[in-house]
């Protein structure tokens, strides 16, 4: 049976951070995991006054030193989002940015291995 936990204003106990770094900068809003099998699911939702663009970039570089593949869109309806992939499907990360005024909400959607949590 899954397990969830949730955290505000902080990083949930257990947050897959080295696959889901912060970025620079970022203040986070909210952490959750849930805990199941095969994967778990993890999600961060940070604000930072990067711009979406810039977001996507480190976003990208920091998932595809990692071995993420990213697919192919840069938007969902006008919002800046990525998909990355890897583990032959396993683990996708899901990256969307919402711009209100100089501030950029940050989304972390992560489907993750349970080797990904350690």
Known sequence: MPSADTAVKELVAGFPSAVLPLMKGAQIQASSLVHGSPVSMASLTATITATPAAVLANYTKVLTKQGFKAQPG?????????????????????????????????TLGATLVPASFK
């Open 74 to 106: 840069d938007a969902v309806d006008g919002v800046p989002t990525k998909t990355f992939v890897r583990a032959e499907g396993q683990e996708i990360v899901t990256v969307s940015i919402v711009k209100t005024g100089d501030t950029s909400t940050v």
